[in-house]
């Protein structure tokens, strides 16, 4: 039998790929705005995911009150700061949900006419944030991790490594998530 970490945090997200591949090599381009619109499914799923993480990260710096140092617990609360403004990042401050118009300023300055940072300047905002994720991403959640893991006591408590780093049942997760993008 399976356990429940490996389904949750391996074969969900391999199934989840997987199901995202063959949506979009069946569903047929002129359908496929569904899925990718700034409405669409990816969009808001996106948004959708980086809230959960948010909140996630929050109600963990909360739970963790008294028993992880301040300064540990100060990252996860940035993480969620972060991860909320992705999310509104990626919902355009609720512009195309709502039906708002851009300001003359955005819609000059803004390939697409939209309200958010990422999509200004030519979308120069939006290339320095995924080059960095490109290059911060690998590195902070599997190049750290794994050479964790080949210390023997990064995972103790009182360690940086076992209030920040994550453990490996999330490696899967992590790839099929840099994989997507």
């Known amino acids: 039998m399976l356990r429940r970490g490996f389904l949750f945090y391996v074969v969900l997200p391999l199934v989840m790929l997987e199901g995202y591949l063959v949506s979009v090599r069946l569903i047929p381009p002129p359908r496929q ?4 619109a700034e409405n669409g499914i990816f969009e808001l799923g996106t948004a959708a995911f980086f809230f959960v993480a948010g909140c996630l990260a929050l109600d ?3 739970r963790t009150r008294g028993l992880v140092p301040n300064r540990y617990r100060a990252v996860l609360l940035m993480f969620a700061l972060a991860a909320c403004f992705v999310t ?4 355009s401050y609720g512009q195309h949900m709502f039906r708002w118009e851009s300001p ?5 300055h803004s390939s697409k006419s939209e ?3 990422h999509n200004l300047f030519g979308n120069g905002i939006s290339n320095v944030m ?3 994720a490109d290059l911060g991403f690998p ?3 599997l190049v750290l991790p794994l050479v964790a893991m080949l210390r023997s006591n990064a995972y103790q408590p009182g360690r ?3 209030y920040l780093l994550h453990h490996p049942e999330l490696v899967t997760l992590i790839l099929v998530a840099h994989s997507v993008t």
């Open 115 to 117: 309200i958010n940072l």
């Open 33 to 36: 705005s569904a899925l990718f």
């Open 88 to 91: 509104l990042e990626e919902i």
């Open 160 to 162: 940086w490594s076992n």
């Open 130 to 132: 995924r080059g960095t």
């Open 139 to 141: 590195i902070a959640f």
């Open 60 to 62: 963990l710096c909360r």
């Open 104 to 108: 003359a300023w955005f819609a000059r």
